[in-house]
């Protein structure tokens, strides 16, 4: 079965700091990885996805994620948080056999970024 | 503004009634999800159509739930005899594939809050 893990349920921040939410997931075969953020009364946004190739990934607002497959994971990272930063963040995986192309996704990290 | 849209913004119903929400995903897009997400969690996958048809449900959606997709365009998702347990965030998403046939990313809408009294 696929599973997403998103160990921390807040991470904390200070403005101009480098920030890291950490994801890591189960899937047969090779994944396909995606983050999404969620403002307030906001559906989902897309930020970025790891499909193949380089295992680092630039994504929206400055955001990049690095898959690393012999650990499963596909971490969140910013080098420098900004106060709009802070949100809710969902990792999400999808198998690449899975023709309905549905997304498993984490319970979600809520960043907050301090000014 | 061409997203994917999603009407009521919130429905507040009581239980036992029946509630319709409606998804108009991205125009060109032939894939249309909907999931569910409650407070805390990530959202959940409940049912995916590919043009009109339904081609995958969850075990979470259960009899009182069904989900259409006429004509391969909008989609309405519709929960009979609601329940509390019922209370979520209702998020509809599409998606397409590119030209080298990969599916693109999901695009969501904003949701439909419902809230069961």
């Known amino acids: 079965a696929q599973s997403v893990a998103q160990p921390e349920d807040q991470v904390n921040v200070a403005e101009g700091n480098p920030l890291t939410v950490k994801c890591t997931y189960s899937?047969?075969?090779?994944?396909?990885l995606f983050w999404y953020v969620q403002y307030p009364n906001r559906g989902l946004q897309f930020l970025l996805k790891y499909i193949t190739g380089d295992n680092l990934v630039k994504g929206s607002y400055g955001f990049e994620a690095e898959f690393n497959k012999s650990q499963t994971s596909f971490h969140l990272k910013k080098p420098s948080a900004l106060v709009s930063d802070s949100a809710l963040y969902f990792c999400a995986v999808r198998g690449r056999m899975d023709s309905s192309y549905k997304l498993i996704f984490g319970s979600g990290t809520r960043l907050l970024v301090r000014p | 503004d061409t997203g994917v849209s999603q009407n009521p913004r919130h429905k507040i119903t009581k239980r036992g009634q029946n509630v319709t929400f409606r998804c108009d995903p991205i125009s060109e897009h032939n894939r249309l999800y909907w999931y569910r997400q409650t407070l805390g969690q990530g959202p959940e996958f409940l049912t995916y159509?590919?043009?009109?048809?339904?081609?995958?449900k969850s075990r979470l959606l259960s009899d009182r739930f069904s989900a259409e997709r006429p004509k391969g365009s909008f989609s309405t998702l519709e929960i009979q005899r609601t329940e509390q347990g019922d209370s979520a965030m209702y998020l509809c998403?599409?998606?397409?594939?590119?030209?080298?046939?990969?599916?693109?990313?999901?695009?969501f809408g904003q949701g439909t809050r419902l809230t069961v009294v």
């Open positions: 159509f590919q043009n009109e048809a339904q081609l995958e």
């Open positions: 998403a599409s998606s397409s594939h590119d030209w080298g046939g990969m599916n693109t990313e999901a695009f």
């Open positions: 899937v047969s075969g090779n994944p396909y």
